[in-house]
């Protein structure tokens, strides 16, 4: 397990009773570097969306704990995010609640002459993701493909 891996999982499993407590889902954490600085980002979502008010009361409760545990070698920042309309699909549960939903994926190389695909999410496996179209037809791609895989923005 790479450090990066390590500090997210950890991350998960202490903030994870925090969140819970509060009626929120964690939706994912992330450590990563931008601009030459690392960040440690939690994505929190409930039913009816996330408020800044909710960010900031985890973002306070667990801060209290990684100045305890101190687990993490490098200086970064933390912050508590909505995961936002166009949410990654990363999870078991996230695929699992946006069965019959449409959703964008983009892959890593052309698939007949295309990198992005939109349909309606009709499968998954832990290999594969099937979307219907309009049309009725079907394509099932190889998880191995996606780059990205996110429920359509609707404007």
């Given at each position: 397990?790479?450090?990066?891996?390590?500090?997210?999982?950890?991350?998960?499993?202490?903030?994870?009773?925090?969140?819970?407590?509060?009626?929120?889902?964690?939706?994912?954490?992330?450590?990563?570097?931008?601009?030459?600085?690392?960040?440690?980002?939690?994505?929190?979502?409930?039913?009816?969306?996330?408020?800044?008010?909710?960010?900031?009361?985890?973002?306070?409760?667990?801060?209290?704990?990684?100045?305890?545990?101190?687990?993490?070698?490098?200086?970064?920042?933390?912050?508590?995010?909505?995961?936002?309309?166009?949410?990654?699909?990363?999870?078991?549960?996230?695929?699992?609640?946006?069965?019959?939903?449409?959703?964008?994926?983009?892959?890593?190389?052309?698939?007949?002459?295309?990198?992005?695909?939109?349909?309606?999410?009709k499968a998954?496996?832990?290999?594969t993701v099937?979307?219907?179209?309009?049309?009725?037809?079907?394509?099932?791609?190889?998880?191995?493909?996606?780059?990205?895989?996110?429920?359509?923005?609707?404007?």
């Amino acid at each position: 397990m790479s450090r990066r891996e390590e500090y997210e999982s950890r991350t998960e499993e202490l903030l994870e009773p925090i969140v819970s407590e509060a009626g929120f889902e964690l939706v994912d954490v992330e450590y990563v570097k931008e601009a030459g600085t690392w960040y440690l980002r939690a994505y929190i979502d409930k039913p009816g969306g996330i408020t800044v008010d909710d960010c900031e009361a985890v973002s306070r409760r667990f801060s209290d704990i990684l100045d305890e545990k101190d687990y993490i070698e490098d200086s970064y920042i933390f912050e508590v995010s909505s995961p936002g309309l166009g949410r990654p699909l990363k999870k078991e549960k996230d695929f699992q609640r946006s069965l019959g939903e449409d959703v964008e994926i983009r892959t890593y190389r052309p698939i007949d002459g295309q990198k992005e695909f939109e349909g309606a999410l009709k499968a998954f496996d832990k290999n594969t993701v099937t979307i219907a179209y309009e049309d009725d037809a079907e394509q099932i791609f190889q998880r191995s493909e996606i780059a990205l895989i996110r429920l359509a923005l609707d404007f």
